[in-house]
């Protein structure tokens, strides 16, 4: 069974910096593009970022541009959304979430198959 298991939220100031973690298993990680999905209160589901199965092919939502990175280590089977400059419109679940193919797409049908428990980021001084 696929197995996404988000890491590394929490509290911190506006300005301050986090780094978020996924750890997958049951899958071969490699062979399947990623992304980062938060949910903030009162609003769906909003996809933050996105990385193609290599690694090499990354976007971003407008609001996050220039503040988080995504990457992926594939040997270790790890995704990550290093998060800098926060802000209190920042605050949100985020969510780990495996793509059904290993291209990003970007026309609004890509297929989240699988998902992390979640982790929660609140950004608040």
């Known amino acids: 069974e696929v197995h996404l298991v988000e890491s590394g939220g929490g509290l911190v100031q506006p300005g301050g910096s986090l780094t978020l973690s996924c750890a997958a298993s049951g899958f071969t990680f490699s062979s399947y593009a990623m992304s980062w999905v938060r949910q903030a209160p009162g609003n769906g589901q909003e996809w933050v970022s996105h990385?193609?199965?290599?690694?090499?092919?990354?976007y971003y939502t407008d609001s996050v541009k220039g503040r988080f990175t995504i990457s992926r280590d594939n040997a270790k089977n790890t995704l990550y959304l290093q998060m800098n400059s926060l802000k209190p419109e920042d605050t949100a679940v985020y969510y780990c979430?495996?793509?059904?193919?290993?291209?990003?797409?970007?026309?609004?049908?890509?297929?989240?198959?699988?998902w992390g428990q979640g982790t929660q980021v609140t950004v608040s001084s």
């Open positions: 979430a495996k793509q059904s193919g290993a291209a990003i797409r970007l026309d609004g049908r890509n297929n989240y198959d699988y």
């Open positions: 990385i193609n199965s290599g690694g090499g092919s990354t």
